[in-house]
């Protein structure tokens, strides 16, 4: 992950489209939110979206806006968790919205589909990274690293995790309320 993302095109001159996709849990909103904020330098030049909640007037309202830039940050940034949820008049509409995205913005997406499961149009118009689940051993290593646990037991909470980080830390959550037993 970090060589790819060393090959991000950071350049506020030429427009950001960034999709991180993967299963549920391996930490892409998360991601986005730090390339969001990287780019943008300040959260107020940050706006954040449900992609259940992108619908057509509201990518017409981004459109109406693209003249404008933002005044808190080097990039203006659109983060859209679960893009792929959009409706697909939403996702037509935003499809002419990425090709007229001007310099000093960006949209970055996050999806729980496989890429090939997007539709080819969104896959050209986005720097795609697939992000893989964690294996069991550097979930373990993380909950070890941040969390007063064993080793036994941060193994025993990564295998049942499944590769999902998310539930990782919910089931370490629980076993710490219960005093670490």
């Not at 808190?72 to 893009?83: C, P, R, T």
Request: aromatic share 6%; net charge negative; hydrophobic share 45%.
């Amino acid at each position: 992950m970090v060589a790819k993302a060393g090959r991000l095109n950071a350049d506020p001159s030429v427009p950001m489209k960034l999709l991180l996709y993967g299963p549920p849990g391996v930490g892409k909103t998360s991601i986005a939110d730090m390339v969001a904020a990287e780019l943008s330098g300040c959260p107020l030049a940050i706006e954040e979206f449900n992609g259940k909640l992108v619908t057509v007037e509201v990518v017409k309202q981004w459109m109406s806006c693209l003249s404008t830039g933002s005044l808190f940050g080097v990039y203006s940034v659109k983060l859209i968790n679960e893009l792929d949820r959009c409706t697909r008049d939403a996702q037509d509409l935003l499809l002419s919205y990425l090709d007229r995205l001007p310099p000093g913005r960006a949209v970055i997406g996050t999806s729980n589909l496989q890429l090939d499961l997007l539709t080819e149009r969104f896959q050209t118009r986005f720097q795609s990274i697939k992000l893989g689940a964690p294996t069991t051993e550097e979930i373990a290593d993380l909950l070890r690293r941040h969390w007063p646990v064993d080793e036994a037991t941060a193994l025993r909470i990564a295998v049942g995790s499944g590769g999902c980080v998310r539930a990782a830390l919910a089931d370490l959550e629980s076993w710490l309320d219960v005093g670490g037993c």
